[in-house]
């Protein structure tokens, strides 16, 4: 069922540390956030939130991508610039720099080709590199702060790392499950233990697996059965990493509870039809993949 070259891509199934398990598990820990220079994380972590990054002005990278709550938001469909829906749920940048491609169709390989993509879609911020460094560049504290941070004025290579340095410490670790993977044997109940059983007997895991619980591979969508939107028909398996807090789900937006969603993945992905008490098994499971986030808890958001 894997499609490509994506089989190679199957990370170290061999997590240290789980020690109460006799069987490796598939699933590794979120590591803590990458060490990195505190004027660049600061610098990057003020541009995603800055409108000058956007072609008229009135759009942040924070606009669509919360991380006060779970680095995404509740809409099905956020909006492009000229008020028309994008074809595209917006998935959370948290954990997003750890997995092996970027984008639901995993279009990107790195952080900073996203990034500029991100700048440079009319359909996302409608900006372009050169226009956003003209901005920055005309604005004497934010020079300065670039001279701080990377020694030179804004340019290309320090407006796209610094981003990068940001999106790269939005790591979300301290999970009940990774609680439990270190060898905390309380962290996790008896139904979100036998909820995991489950996801692993099913073969949830041979898609969703590695540290984002997915994030790993290529995979056919409504491999069985229909699911969502036909098209695209291949997507990049997303991450399961804080899902409870990140309906609607799928990449149109077109399953409004986890409950839905994981009742829908059995048909179409594994020809079958689960029952309410192994969705309800599942769906504890999925809840305890919720990280922290600078220490606080991972949290569905308000629709906006
Ligand atoms: C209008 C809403 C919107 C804005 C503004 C926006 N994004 Fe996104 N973002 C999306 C959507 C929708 C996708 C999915 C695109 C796709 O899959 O083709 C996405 C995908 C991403 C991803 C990939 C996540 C993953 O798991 O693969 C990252 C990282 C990201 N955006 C970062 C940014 C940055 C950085 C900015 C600012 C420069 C930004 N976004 C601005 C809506 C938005
Ligand atoms: C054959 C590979 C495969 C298998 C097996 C599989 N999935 Fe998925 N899963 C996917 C793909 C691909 C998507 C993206 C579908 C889309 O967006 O249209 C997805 C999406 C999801 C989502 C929504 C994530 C989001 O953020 O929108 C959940 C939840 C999920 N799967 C849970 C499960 C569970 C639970 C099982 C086992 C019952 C399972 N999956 C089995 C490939 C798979």
């Not at 979300?172 to 996801?199: H, K, M, Q």
Request: hydrophobic share 35%.
């Amino acid at each position: 069922m894997l499609v490509g070259a994506a089989a190679a891509q199957v990370p170290d199934w061999r997590p240290a540390g789980s020690a109460q398990t006799a069987a490796p598990e598939p699933i590794t820990p979120i590591p803590p956030p990458p060490a990195a220079d505190p004027l660049k994380l600061s610098l990057g972590e003020r541009l995603f939130g800055d409108a000058r990054l956007s072609g008229d002005g009135k759009r942040a990278c924070s606009s669509c991508h919360d991380v006060r709550s779970n680095g995404a938001g509740r809409n099905r469909h956020d909006a492009a610039p000229d008020g028309s829906e994008l074809s595209f749920n917006t998935p959370t940048v948290f954990n997003s720099a750890l997995s092996f491609r970027l984008n639901w169709e995993g279009n990107f390989r790195t952080v900073e080709a996203q990034v500029q993509a991100s700048l440079e879609s009319p359909r996302i911020m409608a900006s372009s590199i050169d226009d956003v460094v003209t901005r920055l560049n005309a604005d004497r504290e934010t020079v300065s702060e670039f001279e701080q941070a990377y020694g030179g004025k804004p340019d290309r290579a320090s407006l796209l790392d610094a981003v990068a340095t940001y999106e790269r410490s939005l790591l979300t670790p301290d999970s009940r499950f990774d609680r439990w993977l270190g060898g905390d044997g309380t962290a996790l109940s008896l139904a979100e233990r036998n909820g995991y059983r489950l996801f692993k007997s099913l073969g949830c895991v041979s898609c969703h697996q590695g540290v984002n619980v997915g994030g790993n591979l290529f995979e056919r969508l409504g491999v069985f059965h229909p699911l969502a939107s036909p098209k695209p028909e291949i997507l990049r398996v997303p991450s399961l990493r804080n899902v409870a807090t990140t309906a609607p789900y799928f990449h149109d937006g077109s399953a409004p509870t986890l409950v839905e969603a994981v009742r829908r993945m059995g048909i179409a992905q594994l020809n079958r039809t689960l029952s309410e008490q192994q969705i309800e098994g599942i769906v504890a499971f999925l809840s305890t993949l919720t990280g922290t986030y600078r220490g606080d808890p991972v949290v569905a958001t308000a629709a906006r």
